[in-house]
């Protein structure tokens, strides 16, 4: 059933990272879909293909983005990109028409100017972790720092730059602690936390969209004994880059923010066409959920 009030909230569409799937969202019990139902919310969660870069994957989601509009009858949507999805989503509202159909958007994690992780995808520290880049792909490719600058020049200045962001990033002792590989090497590679940090995955710094509103105002500098400098994280971002799609760890934040009043505004300024010549034409395969509030876009190509 439809949550109780949910019909004067905007619907939420959220978007996976590299190599996942909707499934993330739903995993464990701090799953972010519960939060969402709990608070009134009605949500969208789609599948894309996983290893494709943001060129493939945006129309793709473009066109998925209007087809849950049209099911929820054009009411606000607000999206939510984790990893790599925050840069479909990018390319999605920015290259491919849909920046008319959505109100906002928040990035939990997003390397909007990549991460050097990428550019050891087939080095021996990564054939070690592979659950995270394993394959010299596309997608791994267009999230080298050099093709996120290059992404990052055509896309912010573009006409259809519309669309407010937030952003969240982590700076905590990221997800491959739990493998038991040293922080140290993590950290030699994206930067210690005295030069801001970095969730594991994406460096703290990276995660800061231009133009976005940056939601704990990120890791502050500060100098310490004899002038060394150091950076002091808000306890919210202590967080890798798994813990960054948790509901309990993050959905308040984003509540809060959905919340705010002056966000009327935004929702009522909402366009709700788009150009569909724009889109390109995918199979993609409609998954309704027992429950009404939300159902699961799969890109079957």
Same mark, same amino acid.
């Given at each position: 059933r439809t949550p109780a009030g949910s019909s004067s909230k905007p619907v939420l569409i959220f978007v996976h990272g590299y190599a996942s799937n909707a499934q993330v969202f739903f995993?464990? %019990?701090?799953?972010? $879909?519960?939060? +969402? $139902?709990? %608070?009134? $919310?009605? #949500? *969208? $969660?789609v599948s894309l293909t996983p290893n494709d870069d943001m060129w493939t994957k945006g129309p793709l989601l473009a066109n998925m983005i209007g087809s849950i509009k049209s099911h929820y009858n054009h009411d606000p949507i607000v999206m939510i990109g984790w990893s790599k999805g925050g840069v479909d989503i990018d390319a999605a509202l920015v290259h491919f028409g849909a920046n008319n159909l959505v109100e906002e958007v928040f990035t939990l994690s997003t390397p909007h100017f990549g991460t050097s992780i990428a550019e050891l995808a087939n080095s021996v520290l990564l054939r070690l972790v592979n659950i995270i880049f394993m394959q010299n792909i596309a997608a791994t490719l267009s999230l080298q720092r050099s093709y996120m600058s290059y992404f990052r020049s055509i896309t912010d200045n573009n006409p259809n730059n519309t669309v407010p962001y937030t952003t969240i990033g982590g700076w905590?002792?990221?997800?491959?602690?739990?493998? %038991?590989? =040293? /922080?140290?090497?993590l950290h030699g590679i994206d930067g210690p936390r005295r030069d801001g940090g970095n969730d594991g995955v994406v460096p703290y710094n990276s995660s800061i969209r231009p133009g976005a509103k940056e939601l704990f105002d990120g890791q502050k500098k500060f100098y310490g004994f004899l002038g060394i400098p150091y950076y002091d994280g =808000?306890? &919210?971002? &202590?967080?890798?880059?798994?813990?960054?799609?948790?509901?309990?760890? +993050?959905?308040?934040?984003?509540?809060?923010?959905?919340?705010? #009043?002056?966000? #009327? *505004? +935004? @929702?009522?300024? *909402?366009?709700?066409?788009?150009?569909?010549?724009? @889109? +390109?034409?995918?199979?993609? /395969?409609l998954i309704i959920a027992p429950k009404s509030d939300y159902f699961i876009i799969n890109d079957d190509r």
């Open positions: 995993k464990g %019990d701090d799953n972010m $879909y519960a939060d +969402v $139902y709990r %608070d009134g $919310y009605r #949500s *969208a $969660y905590g002792n990221g997800p491959l602690h739990r493998l %038991d590989i =040293p /922080q140290s090497i =808000p306890n &919210e971002t &202590e967080l890798d880059h798994f813990e960054v799609t948790r509901g309990g760890k +993050v959905w308040p934040f984003i509540k809060n923010e959905l919340n705010n #009043s002056n966000r #009327s *505004a +935004v @929702f009522a300024n *909402a366009a709700t066409e788009t150009n569909p010549n724009q @889109f +390109v034409s995918s199979s993609m /395969q």
